[in-house]
C-alpha cells in the first residue's frame, strides 16, 4: 500500500517561496506505471491539480502555476517536491500529494488512488 506524508506548509507573505515535501514509500518506483502530483484545495471549492509528473518525468503544470511552481522526484530520498515561488494570495489552500497508476501527468484527482493527509499553505500579508 502506498503511504504518502506531506510537509513543508506554512504562512508566507505574497512573493515568497515555500517548498513542499512529499515522502512516500510502498511502491518500487522502478515498476509499472504510475505518475505522481500535488493538488490544492481552498475552502468552498474543489480539489485541484497543480502539477504532476510520471514516470518517464514528463511534467505537466495547471496554467495558473506555470512559471512559478517546480515539481520534482528525488528517488534515492523517496520524495517529492513542489517548489513555489512568487506565492499569492490566491495559491492560499491545502496542498496533497497524490499517486496514481497513470502512464501520463495527470492532473485530475479522480485518477489517483493514495493520497496524503495535507499541509496548509497561506499567503497573506
Known amino acids: 500500500q502506498v503511504r504518502l506524508v506531506e510537509s513543508g506548509g506554512a504562512s508566507v507573505q505574497p512573493g515568497g517561496s515555500l517548498r513542499l515535501s512529499c515522502e512516500v514509500s510502498?511502491?518500487?518506483?522502478?515498476?509499472?506505471?504510475?505518475?505522481m502530483g500535488w493538488f490544492r484545495q481552498a475552502p468552498g471549492k474543489q480539489r485541484k491539480g497543480v502539477a504532476a509528473?510520471?514516470?518517464?518525468?514528463?511534467?505537466r503544470y495547471a496554467d495558473d502555476v506555470k512559471g512559478r511552481f517546480s515539481i520534482s522526484l528525488d528517488n534515492a530520498k523517496n520524495t517529492l517536491y513542489l517548489q513555489m515561488n512568487s506565492l499569492k494570495p490566491e495559491d492560499t489552500a491545502m496542498y496533497y500529494c497524490?499517486?496514481?497508476?497513470?502512464?501520463?501527468?495527470?492532473?485530475?484527482?479522480?485518477?489517483?488512488?493514495?493520497w496524503g493527509q495535507g499541509t496548509q499553505v497561506t499567503v497573506s500579508s
Open positions: 509528473l510520471d514516470r518517464d518525468e514528463s511534467i
Open positions: 510502498g511502491f518500487g518506483w522502478r515498476d509499472s506505471t504510475y505518475s
Open positions: 497524490a499517486y496514481g497508476g497513470n502512464w501520463y501527468p495527470a492532473l485530475n484527482p479522480e485518477q489517483y488512488t493514495s
